[in-house]
Each structure stands twice: as C-alpha cells, then as structure tokens.
C-alpha cells in the first residue's frame, strides 16, 4: 500500500524495542535500564568509527535486549547465549507485559510448565523493581479502576474489575500491565511525528512525513544522498532527544532511546542501514529498482 512517488524513496525510523524500554522507564528499574544505556554506548561508539570491523560485530552480539537478558538470566556469556536462551527471555520479556501465564509460556517454547515457572522466577528475580511494578499497577488499577500512562492518558477498567467474572477480571489485569507501555510508547510515537512536522515545515524541507505506524514513522524523500542523509540524521537526531519529553510532560528518562531505520523505494520491502548497508547502497539499489520500473534516472 506504501510506496514513493517517482523519483523519491522512503524510509522508516522506528523505535528499537520501545515497549520494553517504557516498561524499564515505567517501572523505574535502573538493572533494565543500564541494559540498554549499555546498548546504545556501544552503538554510538560505532558510530563514530564505522570502519571498526570489531566494533560491528560487538554491535551484533551485545546490541541485543533478548541476548543481553538471557546473558543475565542464565549466567553466561553474550557470545555464549543459546538461541533457545534468546528465545526464552523474548517471550519472557513479552509475555510479562502482556500477562502470558506459563502454560502459555510452556507451550511457546515447548517445555514443562514447571520449566516455564522456573524460567519466570531468574527473569523477575534478575529485574526486581520492573517485576514488582506489574503487581503493583495490577492492586492500582483493582482498586482506583483506571490506569494512566507516562503522558497522563488514562485507560479507564471499571468494566472490567467490577464484573464479577473472573476471566474479565483476569483480562482487566492484563490490560492494566500492558496499556501505560503500550500507550506511553504510542503517545512518543505522536510527539515525535509532530516534532518532525514542525521541523519540516519550519526549514522548507524536502521531506514528506506519510503515517505513524506504533512505533514507527514512515517518511519520504527525493532519491539525493544528501538529502536523505540529512533527513534520516535529523529524524533520528529528534526521535531520541529526551529533552522535549522532560520540559512539556515532565517525564524524566533514565532509559535512552534508539532508532532503526529501513529505506527502500516500497515500505514492504526496505533495506536495513547498518554496518553492512550503508544509505549510499540502499540509494543505488532504489535507483536500479526505479529505472527497471521504467523510471528516469541516473543510476
């Protein structure tokens, strides 16, 4: 359904893992929070020397929230994770945040439930306050009805609690674990599009901002590198600036956020930028792709 017009391209900036960053920030649990403060230190450190071939591949390794929380978990070393490890604190992780019980999680990962429990416990147990904060935003929203966001939005669950069914109550607590993230996540996602907007319409530029999609903005811009560099650098530069956060709404970040970007002439078929694509690359192929479709273009 998303494509560039003519002579253009798109690119998509989306939030690295956001649901489990505002569950860290939400929860106040500094142990998550250094996780990717430890992340992004070693990303920026590329950055700015992206000929560094061993920089790139600890990227790969450590730049992983699944891999680094399995690292923690199962006491053992990044490199050393398993992909059944990975996987087990993915689902974790997730499953945590929407409430998933350990049948569920047994049936994910094809193990005894008794195993899936035990799992469970190294995971709360290594994250003590992000743990304790879903129990706690469950007894709030019991007993006030309602749960709020980082923004102050408010998700009312009168229905919900005062039912009298226990599966309605059950799903009530779900969702009171799940919507300050998921809509903390959503409501940046909006601030973030707005602030691009007026960047855009402030300095004239080339660029056209096309939707929002949860964690992500899908922006077009005219096949020139210097352009879409510039787009993409000033994108990523604004999504990530906490500032704005703490001045309007009052909320102080301890975890940073990321972004990844993906460009291509069509949404659903984009090419990372990362150490092996750089944004030169993803311009050529999107102009090879473009006069194959009969476009006029120098390659």
Known sequence: MFRAAPGHMIFEADYSQAEVRWWAQISGDTEYAAVFERMRSLRLDHYAHPENE??????????DVHRQVASLMFRVALEEVTKHQRQAAKNITFGSIYGQTCMALARALGIEE???EELQKKFLYKFKHAAQWLFDIEAFAEKHLYVDNAFGRRRHLDEEFNSG?????????RQARNSPIQGSSSDMMVFSGCYVQDYVMENDKPWKLEN????????????????????VR????????MEPLKEVWGINMI???EVEVKAGIRWGHCTTWDSKHTLEDILLDCKKQAIAE????VA
Request: proline share 4%; charged share 30%.
């Open 165 to 173: 069914i226990k599966g309605i109550i059950n799903r009530g607590k």
């Open 54 to 63: 061993e920089l790139a591949k600890k990227v790969i390794t450590e730049c």
């Open 212 to 231: 929002l999609v949860h964690d992500a903005m899908l922006i077009e811009v005219p096949m020139d590198l210097d352009v879409l560099t510039d787009a």
């Open 114 to 116: 008794s195993e899936a």
């Open 294 to 297: 009969g476009q006029r273009l």
């Open 255 to 257: 975890v940073p956020m």
């Open 234 to 241: 000033s994108v990523e530069r604004m999504m990530v600036d």
